[in-house]
């Protein structure tokens, strides 16, 4: 997304650009979950989508200029898609359970009760989605760099690599317990590398957070289960 000359400008540019391709990854993703709700993909895609925005719309707080309105807007979408994300996990799961000729009724008739509870509150989020793109549109639009701000993006996001870095190693020692925060900072190294991946050679990086992402994410799934 960036190259290497560009981390040399200025923080504030760097996050802004960054933050208009998230924004518009956002909007075409959102836009296919309310085309094709029941693609398979189209609700995860929408939930990555959202949370590369917002992890950036955070990091970013201090050097770029978004409106509250935005933000909440985009910050009711994740809250509200989270416990629908979690069913449809929940619904694939039991649906690939190999049963027995005796137990498949149990599992038909809670799979009918399941659907019908996801399907309610997939519509609702289909309705409130909406107010999210438009949060996302006007950002677009909206979004500007801070004047004041002139660290380079490269000094920028070392700092702030190393920051979130130390907490995850302070937090992997903890694990269980802290299964869900060590998750949360591992999804922001992760989106905080992406935009410059290619840039600093560090595709090996990337493919260790996401094999640490998948471990993670299957064991709190088996949680959620």
Not at 11 to 34: A, D, N, T
Not at 36 to 45: I, Q
Not at 146 to 171: C, N, P, Y
């Amino acid at each position: 997304m960036l190259r290497l000359n560009e981390l040399a400008r200025p923080v504030s540019e760097g996050c802004v650009c960054i933050l208009r391709k998230r924004l518009h990854e956002f909007v075409l993703r959102g836009q296919g979950f309310l085309d094709a709700p029941e693609h398979k993909e189209a609700l995860h895609d929408a939930r990555v989508a959202i949370r590369r925005v917002r992890v950036w719309m955070k990091l970013a707080g201090d050097v770029v200029g978004v409106s509250e309105r935005d933000r909440h807007a985009l910050r009711d979408f994740a809250r509200e898609s989270s416990p629908v994300r979690d069913m449809e996990v929940q619904l694939a799961w039991l649906a690939s359970l190999q049963l027995g000729a005796d137990e498949r009724p149990g599992q038909e008739a809670l799979l009918e009760l399941m659907r019908a509870g996801f399907e309610n509150r997939r519509h609702a989020l289909q309705e409130s989605l909406p107010k999210a793109l438009a949060g996302a549109e006007h950002a677009l639009k909206s979004i500007h760099p801070l004047d004041e701000h002139d660290e380079s993006m490269g000094a920028w996001l070392a700092e702030h690599w190393m920051d979130v870095a130390t907490f995850m190693i302070e937090d992997v020692p903890h694990l269980p317990e802290n299964l869900h925060a060590v998750r949360l900072v591992g999804k922001q190294l992760r989106y905080m590398l992406e935009p410059v991946v290619e840039a600093l050679g560090a595709e090996d990086v990337m493919q260790v957070l996401r094999r640490g992402q998948d471990a993670l994410g299957r064991v709190n799934d088996a949680r959620v289960l």
